[in-house]
């Protein structure tokens, strides 16, 4: 979809170009006719290659990039905060994440846990997660972590991370902005490309 829009927009250079080109011809009928059929297509194809460059950019976002990279660590909860009821209760969760080799964060994870273990999830308890490191707001709670992890979680100590390392996601607002100005600069080069390619038949015309 976001591929046929550039298509579009390289169309839509073609128009403008025949549009040009019918200008600045001698012939009187070469000029009617590159003008009127350009003017005619221009506006429905502009319109063609914008929303199919808007719903390509969507879909590609929502596609997510590349998967994440997750790794083992140790958080410390600093806050809990349980966001419904029932017997499998969801939880917000403040953690301090510390890295295996890196500095430890903040960021915030949400965890579903049944009411019988709901101790193990209680503020200064440590936890398993897994993180991506190239998306560090990218937290998950390991419910049940292993026998492997039992006395890691038994022994570590996590110092409380300043509220200033908090790691977030980025506003939907922000990473859709970075993608309308990336197809719209693309949009913009695909159709410069298909006007100047438009030209060339015509160059004897004028």
Same mark, same amino acid.
């Given at each position: 979809m976001y591929w046929a829009g550039l298509l579009l927009c390289v169309l839509l250079g073609g128009e403008i170009g025949a @549009?040009? *080109?019918? @200008? %600045?011809?001698?012939? =009187?009928g070469t000029t009617v006719t590159l003008t009127v059929v350009g003017a005619n297509l221009v506006p429905w194809t502009a319109m063609g290659a914008v929303a199919l460059l808007v719903a390509g950019s969507r879909r590609r976002a929502a596609a997510g990039g590349e998967p994440? #990279?997750? /790794?083992?660590?140790? %958080? #410390?909860? /600093? *806050?809990?905060r349980a966001t419904g009821e029932g017997p499998d209760i969801p939880l917000r969760l403040d953690l301090t994440v510390a890295p295996t080799g890196g500095r430890a964060y903040r960021a915030d994870a949400t965890v579903v846990v049944n009411l019988m273990d709901l101790d193990d999830f209680r503020v200064g #308890?440590? =936890? =398993? =997660?897994?993180?991506?490191? *190239?998306r560090p707001w990218d937290v998950r709670v390991r419910r049940r972590p292993g026998a492997e992890f039992a006395g890691r979680v038994a022994l570590t100590k996590i110092d409380t991370a300043p509220p200033e390392t908090r790691r977030s996601a980025p506003r939907a607002s922000a990473a859709a902005g970075g993608r309308g100005a990336q197809a719209t600069r693309f949009g913009l080069v695909a159709t410069g490309v298909g006007a100047l390619l438009s030209l060339v038949p015509f160059h004897g015309l004028y």
């Open positions: @549009i040009v *080109a019918g @200008i %600045a011809a001698d012939d =009187v994440p #990279r997750l /790794e083992p660590a140790m %958080a #410390r909860i /600093e *806050a809990s #308890r440590t =936890v =398993v =997660v897994d993180h991506d490191p *190239a």
